[in-house]
């Protein structure tokens, strides 16, 4: 049997996309309380200046000048102040593991290890106006991302921001909490020192290799006339100037 035309809908009814969903990240550490939801909808909003679609914050890595780690987190948070953008710029970390660093005169000093030395971490919604804010700092080099190469040219393209994982975010604050101190020692290959505890106590030797995870070293020591390479913990020397 034929409809008459009447009986047909002229449009059929589009159906409504479900929203997006929004992530969090479990609280186990200094900001883990990152949101998730459609990366390409916040970048490309950011791109595109499209202020109508939800932006959500997420981590960036920034790299930075070589020790300048916190001169940057300090001199961002001031900027994102007076540029109005600490709405958007939430939350700068520099993830640090507590260390022991061993003195040439055999005493011993707390200290922060860097995991990533020559990074910093912003949580932030992307934006135009968050992107200037952070790669105009000084002693920022730029967003860690995926370089847009240029269609002519050996010039580089611009790098287009790309946020962590939460798994990535998980892995960074984690390994901070939850390493162990490291000691560390003012030491590289060739140096002199004197051997101050163990069998070997008062040799001398020189470092032929350092193991700062392990917290030893290996060094020539003249042993009956020869040359012998052997293994020391940090605490067993002392540097010689």
């Known amino acids: 049997m034929t409809l008459p035309l009447s009986a047909v809908p002229e449009t059929v009814p589009e159906i409504e996309p479900d929203a997006p969903e929004v992530l969090e990240l479990p609280g186990e550490g200094p900001g883990l309380a990152a949101e998730?939801?459609?990366l390409a909808a916040a970048d490309g909003?950011?791109?595109?200046?499209?202020?109508t679609k939800p932006q959500v914050a997420r981590w960036f890595a920034v790299q930075v000048a070589s020790s300048c780690e916190k001169k940057v987190k300090a001199t961002l948070e001031q900027r994102a102040v007076t540029l109005g953008v600490s709405n958007r710029i939430l939350e700068i970390e520099i993830p640090?593991?507590?260390?022991?660093?061993l003195k040439k005169d055999g005493s011993r000093?707390?200290?922060?290890e860097k995991v990533f030395p020559g990074y910093v971490l912003v949580r932030m919604v992307l934006d135009e106006d968050t992107m200037m804010a952070v790669r105009s700092t000084p002693n920022v080099i730029n967003f860690v991302g995926q370089e847009e190469r240029?269609?002519?040219?050996?010039?580089?393209?611009h790098i287009r921001p790309r946020p962590l994982s939460r798994q990535e975010v998980d892995r960074i604050f984690k390994r901070a909490a939850e390493k162990k101190p490291v000691l560390k020692v003012d030491l590289t290959e060739g140096d002199q020192i004197l051997v101050t505890a163990g069998p070997f106590k008062d040799f001398q030797g020189e470092v032929i290799e350092?193991?700062?995870e392990r917290s030893k070293l290996k060094a020539l020591l003249s042993i009956f006339g020869?040359?012998?390479?052997?293994?020391l913990?940090?605490?067993q020397i002392s540097k010689q100037s």
């Open 96 to 101: 640090q593991t507590p260390g022991v660093k």
């Open 45 to 51: 909003a950011a791109a595109a200046g499209e202020a």
């Open 109 to 112: 000093q707390s200290i922060e």
């Open 210 to 212: 350092v193991s700062g």
């Open 226 to 231: 020869r040359e012998t390479p052997v293994e």
């Open 36 to 38: 998730g939801g459609d």
């Open 233 to 235: 913990e940090f605490s």
């Open 150 to 157: 240029r269609a002519t040219g050996k010039a580089r393209g």
